[in-house]
């Protein structure tokens, strides 16, 4: 009978099981958990994402009549509250949020400005910071106008 190394053979030397290799198994292990991961990361990582990146999957839309010029509209854009403006026959679209502490914001058509009744802070209309402790600029979301109707985010 001829032997042969890494093969495991029967009390009656006619049955035989190969024997693999603690490497082999390392190194398939390896190979299955890189193929897994290249698969399920991108999964994971859509399933797991921020609002802030969910939030431009949908829209909302409001009617461009309850809108005129010079007025402004609160709204719950995916859970958030947005001014919509009507600027100047220009629709903006900014958060309401004051970047300082959170407080809700107003618009302030006679000055042209966002403002923050809490600490006073005040933005333009591009959300850029004028006045106040607010850190950062407004976020600004994307608005089109369709056939009479303001469509806030991304389609
Ligand atoms: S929360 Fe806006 S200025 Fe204080």
Redesign the pocket.
Known sequence: MHYQSGVRYSAAGDIYVRKTSFRKIILRTMIILAIGAFFLYPLVRYLTAPPNMMRYLETVQISLATLPEGTSQLISYHGQPVLVINYHGNIKALSAI??????L?RWDNDREELV??????RYDINGNVKA???PRPLEQLEVMVVEGSVIIGKS
């Open positions: 004051c970047t300082y502490n959170s407080a914001l923050c009744s809490s600490h006073d802070a106040g402790l607010a």
